[in-house]
T-cell receptor, first 114, second 114 residues
């Protein structure tokens, strides 16, 4: 069974600092991995996804993630945090390569301090 | 396009009452699903559907029923509400022709069971 583990339920950074949100996965088959973002009182929206093409994936709003098979990781990064990045971020894995069944991590709340 | 529309946005129930959360999508997506979001738990899959007339259970199906009579609609029924069902519920849809794993979420329905 596939699963993801997000390290750190809350990350706080200063505006302009590097953002690093950690996600490790467990999968018996090559995984499809995703990062979703949830702004306050809204639904989730897709930031980026890895589907076995390039290991470095670029998403919206300047975020990117690198798939590292040797470390079973898919960490999300952004070089310079902006106040508008404050949100909750979820890592997810596709169940059996499904197009509709995702298993989500528990989420990481990102706070950006001025 | 409206995307995924959920109603109601807020609801308070007493233990034992029943209700239906409505979900409609206008993107002609084949796949629809219901998740619940609880603090520190991420999103957990309740039920999903791969097309009209076809539904299946997710990770936490107990206490919920679904049906899919049309492509557009996927209501979630609580037969006898319990305090443990206090949560934020999200409906999501995705299409076969869209990107793998890209779920489109509604804005959520916040349910409180007293």
């Amino acid at each position: 069974a596939q699963s993801v583990t997000q390290l750190g339920s809350h990350v706080s950074v200063s505006e302009g600092a590097l953002v690093l949100l950690r996600c490790n996965y467990s999968s018996s088959v090559p995984p499809y991995l995703f990062w979703y973002v949830q702004y306050p009182n809204q639904g989730l929206q897709l930031l980026l996804k890895y589907t076995s093409a390039a290991t470095l994936v670029k998403g919206i709003n300047g975020f990117e993630a690198e798939f590292k098979k040797s470390e079973t990781s898919f960490h999300l990064t952004k070089p310079s945090a902006h106040m508008s990045d404050a949100a909750e971020y979820f890592c997810a894995v596709s169940v059996g390569g499904s197009n509709y069944k995702l298993t989500f991590g528990k989420g990481t709340l990102l706070t950006v301090n001025p | 396009n409206a995307g995924v529309t959920q109603t109601p946005k807020f609801q308070v129930l007493k233990t034992g009452q029943s209700m239906t959360l409505q979900c409609a999508q206008d993107m002609n997506h084949e796949y629809m699903s219901w998740y619940r979001q609880d603090p520190g738990m991420g999103l957990r899959l309740i039920h999903y559907s791969v097309g009209a007339g076809i539904t299946d259970q997710g990770e936490v199906p107990n206490g919920y029923n679904v049906s899919r009579s049309t492509t557009e609609d996927f209501p979630l029924r609580l037969l006898s509400a319990a305090p443990s069902q206090t949560s934020v519920y999200f409906c999501a849809s995705s299409g076969r022709t869209g990107g793998l794993g890209e779920l489109f979420f509604g804005e959520g329905s916040r349910l409180t069971v007293l």
